[in-house]
């Protein structure tokens, strides 16, 4: 990793005279020092306000951060405080533009960054106000969320992560970065790497789901990505892990409500992610507009300061999210807007959106109320991220009109989208339905959803396109052989409306066909942001749409369309095939198209617990047994009366259109030192008569500890590919972090003792292996 950083009490240098063409010529990479576990107590009391100010033994970085404290020491206070704001841009006919004194602000330096305005053009005319306008020259950032693509648009993060293929997400983040850098963009407020166990919150569709070591994985490869190993190079963009923290705890699932954690959950399940980002070096932080136990995270300087900054020793920028700084008003801890901007610049958010709450600090500075220190440290952070991204050196080098045609929407960039599509798909259910086979007569595709485009994009859609991108009716017409008829219908008017007028139809042509393909599912509106639903149900009446197109007994594919685990009990009893299949940006139907002809096998697997009912949220697989685990025979154990206690489909189920078999599981050793290592083995076999690919997982459990510990976490996964016949050894290494845990009073130890490894094809793996850890 890079180098170390120590931290100690701020210098601040006001005297240096290098200029900003001094600053531009020395690239770094931003390098995070990797440490050990977390000593920080997140929100333990008031921290003492302390400067941060990188030291480093690198000449190279000294000469960097001395060349910002010169120009620091050249600035106004106003002129500090615009780099402190980023103001929204709107839509117009033309394309994304700023606000009408959008442009004024610039040249009167009240502006550091700007968000959703792009346009290799537009942003390069506007980089040059920045530039040539302005008394220091600062050139600004361009900021939007591109979270899954930016033309090209693929699948939402979730079903990202339902590839389970760290690789194939990566390389999506890296075409998001070289599409969007072309377009003037640097900076994504992407990934986000909440973890959500709770299907209400419809922004669970915008992470990796329940699991903090998919969900880990997932953060870092998309940094990666979008990072690319240089930030200066103008096709790589800024990324920003989004939001700090447990933002998918919210009460009732309810968007943006109230969260109370213990501070072991919060270690154990929610900072993981966040640290995964932070150790791929991610640029940026955006902390959630949630409170944790009494204290909003736009003002928690105990985990921005205190856990990001001192004990991960990260250096970056803390964006604030949207209105989250004024927001502080409406939590009831802060009376103006002055106290507000106050508060979340102490606590470490180094630039507010939207408000422009900063820009009116310079008062208060100037008062003796606002520490001097405390805006430079901020100012210096974004002027440190404009230097990382070589905007010092080149302020127009991501506006480049050339790349912006050249490698948009490429043929390559949407084989990519494809490839990830069809990777993303879990068949969750198939009694031999699927494939369909290629010759079928006459086919009808059913469903509200089966002929909408605008469904496949999902939320957030970056630059994306809805004439770019095709309905699973389209594609389902396009992938038929001469020989098959594709009939339609939607069946209802409309996913969510109270109305049962076109079932009739659908039933008829239902009846008249060799097989249905039902589409069905949510609506993109009824997920992302504020999209929390009360019900996670089939909306409107799509079941009594399924329960009559089933009922004429032709056999029928559901196809679901959703951002989040669907409560969908009778379907799973009675379709015969059901294929998840998330919002799968531009290349959705073609994809599902694929999967349901037999041209690609399905093999994603779910990275979220599909429950039965809503009453058992929250439901996952990583649970604690408990002093009464359930048991069929016995009432006095933890269950339902009404509902079984199990869930309908586990964590990392999918099926394929072939089988596949485990075996000779072995480790390299009995025991383990906690500062050791240890392989685990096994064998998995394709024993059906197609190739497919298995995600083989690995979970481990810690059988007896001072503390209780999950029933089984996992700790590993390999997603390979396998022909009829053929076999593979796949071998995981287990090392200190896979059987760490945190003692009762939260300090991270490895216990001696016994561990089981279970491994197979989901969390319900039964193939087990125990090995012990042993001290000395
Ligand atoms: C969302 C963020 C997003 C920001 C800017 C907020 O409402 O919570 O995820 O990055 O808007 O669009």
Redesign the pocket.
């Known amino acids: 990793m890079g180098r170390i950083r120590k931290f100690r009490r701020g210098v601040l240098r006001g005297d240096g005279v290098a200029g900003m063409l001094g600053v531009g010529a020395l690239h770094r990479h931003r390098h995070v020092r990797r440490q050990g576990p977390v000593q920080a107590r997140p929100g333990a009391g008031p921290l003492t306000l302390e400067i941060v100010h990188t030291d480093t033994d690198d000449p190279m970085d000294r000469e960097i951060n001395d060349a910002i404290d010169a120009l620091l020491a050249r600035m106004t206070v106003e002129e500090k405080l615009g780099q402190l704001t980023l103001e929204v841009g709107r839509w117009t006919d033309v394309g994304p533009r700023v606000e009408e004194r959008g442009e004024e602000d610039i040249r009167a330096g009240r502006v550091g960054a700007l ?1 959703g305005v792009y346009g290799a053009e537009y942003t390069r005319a506007l980089q040059r106000v920045a530039v040539e306008e302005t008394r220091l020259g600062i050139p600004l950032l361009f900021s939007h ?1 591109i979270l899954h693509g930016f033309r090209t648009t693929f699948p939402m993060p979730l079903a990202q992560a339902a590839s389970w293929d760290p690789a194939a997400v990566e390389r999506a983040a890296r075409i998001a970065a070289i599409e969007s850098s072309a377009h003037g963009l640097h900076w994504t ?1 992407a990934p ?1 790497v909440d973890i959500a166990r709770d299907p209400r919150w419809g922004r669970i569709v915008e992470g990796a789901g329940e699991d903090p070591f998919l969900g880990s994985v997932m953060a870092a490869a998309q940094v990666r990505g979008f990072q690319g190993d240089d930030l200066a190079a103008p096709d790589t963009v800024a990324a920003t892990a ?2 700090f923290v447990a933002y998918g705890a919210a009460e009732g699932g309810r968007d943006y409500n109230t969260v109370d954690l213990s501070e072991r959950t919060l270690r154990e399940v929610y900072l993981p992610p966040v640290r995964a980002a932070v150790e791929a070096g991610v640029a940026a932080v ?1 902390p959630a ?1 949630n409170e944790i136990a009494g204290v909003p995270m736009h003002a928690h300087a105990g985990l921005i300061e205190g856990v990001l900054r001192r004990a991960w020793g990260w250096d970056g920028v803390v964006v604030s ?2 209105t989250g700084v004024m927001e502080l008003m409406r939590h009831g801890v802060a009376a103006t807007p002055a106290d507000a901007g106050m508060l979340a610049l102490r606590a470490g958010v180094d630039i507010d ?1 939207v408000s422009d709450i900063y820009l009116g600090l310079a008062d208060e500075v100037r008062a003796g109320r606002l520490e001097a220190a405390v805006v430079d440290r901020a100012v210096r952070r974004l002027l440190r991220l404009k230097h990382d991204l070589g905007l010092f050196d080149d302020p127009y080098r991501y506006s480049d009109a050339e790349r912006e045609a050249a490698s948009t929407l490429t043929p390559e960039h949407r084989a990519a989208a494809r490839d990830l599509a069809r990777r993303s798909i879990v068949l969750l259910k198939n009694d031999g339905v699927l494939p369909l086979p290629k010759g079928i007569r006459r086919l009808a595709v059913i469903g509200p959803l089966a002929d909408d485009r605008r469904v496949t994009l999902g939320s957030w859609t970056g630059a994306g396109r809805v004439d770019h991108t095709r309905s699973v009716l389209e594609a389902i017409r396009d992938a038929a052989g001469p020989g098959t008829e594709v009939v339609a219908t939607a069946g209802l008017p409309d996913a969510v409306a109270d109305d049962t007028a076109g079932i009739p139809d659908a039933v008829a042509l239902a009846a008249s066909a060799d097989a249905v393909v039902l589409v069905i599912g949510e609506p993109e509106s009824l997920s992302a ?1 504020a999209a929390s639903r009360a019900s996670i149900d089939l909306p409107g009446r799509q079941l009594d749409l399924a329960r009559a197109v089933l009922d004429t007994g032709t056999p029928t594919v559901a196809v679901l369309v959703n951002g989040r685990p669907l409560a969908v009990p009778w379907l799973a009893e009675h379709a015969p095939a059901i294929l998840e299949t998330w919002y799968l940006g531009i290349e959705h139907g073609a994809a599902v198209a694929d999967v349901l002809f037999g041209d690609h096998d399905p093999a994603g697997r779910l990275p979220v617990t599909f429950p039965r009912a809503l009453g058992q949220v929250p439901l996952h697989y990583a649970h604690r047994n408990t002093g009464r685990p359930p048991a069929e025979e016995e009432r006095y154990t933890s269950k339902y009366l009404d509902v079984h206690w199990t869930p309908l489909f586990p964590f990392g189920h999918g099926l394929s259109y072939t089988t596949f078999a485990y075996r000779d599981l072995a480790l390299s050793a009995r025991t383990m030192a906690p500062d050791g290592s240890l392989e685990v083995a096994v064998t998995v076999a394709n024993t059906g008569d197609r190739a497919g690919d298995e995600v083989v997982q690995l979970y481990v459990r810690d059988d007896i500890a001072s503390v209780t510990r999950p029933v089984r976490e996992l700790r590993g996964f390999r997603r390979v590919r396998l022909e009829p016949g053929a076999s593979e050894r796949v071998t995981f290494t287990l090392g200190r972090r896979d059987v760490e845990m945190l003692d009762a009073d939260l300090r991270p130890v490895v216990e001696p003792g016994s561990f089981t490894v279970f491994v197979g094809g989901s969390s319900r793996a039964t193939l087990e292996a125990s090995f012990a850890v042993v001290a000395g």
Do not use: S
Request: aromatic fraction near 34%; hydrophobic fraction near 40%; charge should be negative.
């Open positions: 968000y969320d407020f986000m989004k939001h955006m507009f999210d949207y959106i942001e």
